[in-house]
Every structure is written in structure tokens, then in C-alpha cells.
Nanobody, 126 residues
Framework: QVQLVESGGGLVQAGGSLRLSCAAS????????MGWFRQAPGKEREFVAG????????EYADSVKGRFTISRDNAKNTVFLQMNSLKAEDTAVYYC???????????????????WGQGTQVTVSS
């Protein structure tokens, strides 16, 4: 069992930055691939970024490439999402997710993740 707790969300002006954190419980954090998803009102939850358990591979949604960076610190059981050049369309609830990794590729689909956090609200004002 893995419990995930996100933090770092808030209100920011367009063009600003936020850094989300996701703290995981348990001693097996380094065995999980991690991902960030987001869900805007009235929309489906969508993939934002993912990282393999070693941190050696990352993937991003086209809409955030070049602006967002995912990273992890296995010693601190934490995954991060650095968000720069924020836009109004980035407004959403952001969720952290963990999935078991059998091969070292980033998981980009919701079904590939087993554990989810409660989400943190990010609001970008234009």
C-alpha cells in the first residue's frame, strides 16, 4: 500500500511558476513509476508527466513540454512537478499517481497507475 499526499498548489498569475510535491508513504517508493495527472472542471483526467522508478526516463504531454519538469528524490520518497510559464489553461486539480513498474518505460495511461493522491488545486489567473 502506498499513500500519496500532494502539496504546493495555489493561485498564480499567468507566466508564473509553481512547484508541486507528492510525498509517498512506505519503504518501496523507489520501486514505483510515478506520474502527474490533472483534471479541469468538466474534462477528463489527463496525463501531464511521468517518470520511471530510477528517474532515468521522463515523458510529458505535448501541452506542457518545455514548461513543466518532473523529478523525484527516492531518498525522500517524493516526486516533484516544476511548472513554469503557467497559462490559464493549466488550471486544474493536479493528482500524483504511483504504478508498479515491470519494464523501465514511463506510464502515460490512468489504468497503469494503482495509487492516487487526493489532488491539489492549481489556479492560473490571466
Amino acid at each position: 500500500q502506498v499513500q500519496l499526499v500532494e502539496s504546493g498548489g495555489g493561485l498564480v498569475q499567468a507566466g508564473g511558476s509553481l512547484r508541486l510535491s507528492c510525498a509517498a508513504s512506505g519503504r518501496t517508493f523507489s520501486s514505483y513509476r510515478m506520474g502527474w495527472f490533472r483534471q479541469a472542471p468538466g474534462k477528463e483526467r489527463e496525463f501531464v508527466a511521468g517518470i520511471t522508478r530510477s528517474g532515468g526516463s521522463t515523458e510529458y504531454a505535448d501541452s506542457v513540454k518545455g514548461r513543466f519538469t518532473i523529478s523525484r528524490d527516492n531518498a525522500k520518497n517524493t516526486v516533484f512537478l516544476q511548472m513554469n510559464s503557467l497559462k490559464a489553461e493549466d488550471t486544474a486539480v493536479y493528482y500524483c499517481a504511483a504504478g508498479r513498474e515491470s519494464i523501465a518505460v514511463v506510464a502515460m495511461y490512468r489504468s497503469q497507475y494503482v495509487y492516487w493522491g487526493q489532488g491539489t488545486q492549481v489556479t492560473v489567473s490571466s
